[in-house]
T-cell receptor, first 114, second 113 residues
Framework: SAVISQKPSRDICQRGTSLTIQCQVD?????MFWYRQQPGQSLTLIATANQGSEATYESGFVIDKFPISRPNLTFSTLTVSNMSPEDSSIYLC???????????FGPGTRLTVT | GQQVMQIPQYQHVQEGEDFTTYCNSSTTLSNIQWYKQRPGGHPVFLIQLVKSGEVKKQKRLTFQFGEAKKNSSLHITATQTTDVGTYFC?????????????FGRGTQLTVWP
């Protein structure tokens, strides 16, 4: 199974600033996903990131607000731009791997915007 | 549309009681996966169901996939405090991007001793 690390694990940021979250995988993967999860809520998919192509964003999420980079098959970043308190959430990256195409999640980044 | 509904949202049981969570989709699923998220943790894959009417067991956990591949359930027999967490179902639809899962809202299980 894939081992995924995320940096930072948590951060407190001021509104109007930007934060870049890093996701590192211990093996090469084609698909990477970025999710947002409010405390006690379900996972909301932000975008799908394939290496070598533009990320595909879900309805309600735009590239200007959540730019994503996928420079290689083991790494991706998600930037939360021009943050507001409504962006306070847990951000998770995940990859698809395994015989059942299951998803493996990183430990998450807990973001608080003040 | 592609949406997975899950009920109940919360379940509080006494240790030793059984627990069941249900998921439903209005359209046929290609497969369904189940995840568990412990408090403060991240979702962890439990199992995948692919075949119509499929039943899989993992110790005290029993997973079922409906005949029409539109619904699924997770049943835990004789809950233990280690079962505490939120259980998510996640559906994959035919024609969707590889790995693009549609998560249910989750069922948060609390077990008191």
């Amino acid at each position: 199974s894939a081992v995924i690390s995320q940096k930072p694990s948590r951060d407190i940021c001021q509104r109007g600033t930007s934060l870049t979250i890093q996701c590192q995988v211990d093996s090469q993967v084609t698909m990477m996903f970025w999710y947002r999860q409010q405390p006690g809520q379900s996972l909301t998919l932000i975008a799908t990131a394939n290496q070598g192509s533009e990320a595909t964003y879900e309805s309600g999420f735009v590239i200007d607000k959540f730019p994503i980079s996928r420079p290689n098959l083991t790494f991706s970043t998600l930037t939360v731009s021009n943050m507001s308190p409504e962006d306070s959430s847990i951000y998770l990256c995940s990859v698809v791997q395994g015989v059942m195409d299951e998803q493996y999640f990183g430990p998450g980044t807990r973001l608080t915007v003040t | 549309g592609q949406q997975v509904m899950q009920i109940p949202q919360y379940q509080h049981v006494q240790e030793g009681e059984d627990f069941t969570t249900y998921c439903n989709s209005s359209t046929t699923l290609s497969n369904i996966q189940w995840y568990k998220q412990r408090p403060g943790g991240h979702p962890v894959f439990l199992i995948q169901l692919v075949k119509s009417g499929e039943v899989k067991k993992q110790k005290r956990l029993t997973f079922q996939f409906g005949e029409a591949k539109k619904n699924s359930s997770l049943h835990i027999t004789a809950t233990q405090t280690t079962d505490v967490g939120t259980y998510f179902c996640a559906g994959l639809y035919r024609g969707s991007t590889l790995g693009r899962l549609y998560f249910g809202r989750g069922t948060q299980l609390t077990v008191w001793p």
